[in-house]
Nanobody
Framework: QVQLVESGGGSVQAGGSLRLSCAAS????????MGWFRQAPGKEREWVAL???????NYAISVKGRFATSRDNAKNTLYLQMNSLKPEDTAMYYC??????????????????????????WGQGTQVTVSS
C-alpha cells in the first residue's frame, strides 16, 4: 500500500509559477509509474504528466514546455513545477502512483501509460487557481 500527500497548491496570477509536491510513503519500492492528473469543476479528469521507473517523462500537449515533473528518490517525493500558468490550468491537482507498467519488445524498455485505472494510489488533491 502506498500513501500520497500533495502540497504546494495556491492562487497565482496568469504567468506565475507554482511547484507541487507529492510525498509518498508505505510500499514505495513497488512504484513503477507516477503521474499528475487534474480535474476542473464540471470537467473530466485529465492527465498532465507521467514519470516512469527510469525518470523518463511525458506530458500532455496542453502543458508541454510549461510544466516539468521530477522525483527525489531520497525523499520519496514527486514534484510538478508549473510555469507560465494560465487560467485554464485552474483545477484540483492529484498525484498518483502504481506498479503497472508496460514492456516494449521492440525497444526493450518499460514505459507507463496515462490510464487512471493503472494507478492504484491517489493523493487527496491540491487546488491550483490561476487568475487572469
Amino acid at each position: 500500500q502506498v500513501q500520497l500527500v500533495e502540497s504546494g497548491g495556491g492562487s497565482v496570477q496568469a504567468g506565475g509559477s507554482l511547484r507541487l509536491s507529492c510525498a509518498a510513503s508505505g510500499d514505495t519500492a513497488s512504484i513503477r509509474c507516477m503521474g499528475w492528473f487534474r480535474q476542473a469543476p464540471g470537467k473530466e479528469r485529465e492527465w498532465v504528466a507521467l514519470l516512469d521507473r527510469s525518470s523518463n517523462t511525458n506530458y500532455a500537449i496542453s502543458v508541454k514546455g510549461r510544466f516539468a515533473t521530477s522525483r527525489d528518490n531520497a525523499k520519496n517525493t514527486l514534484y510538478l513545477q508549473m510555469n507560465s500558468l494560465k487560467p485554464e490550468d485552474t483545477a484540483m491537482y492529484y498525484c498518483a502512483a502504481g506498479s503497472k507498467e508496460y514492456y516494449s519488445d521492440d525497444s526493450g524498455i518499460y514505459y507507463c501509460v496515462a490510464n487512471p485505472s493503472d494507478f492504484s494510489s491517489w493523493g487527496q488533491g491540491t487546488q491550483v487557481t490561476v487568475s487572469s
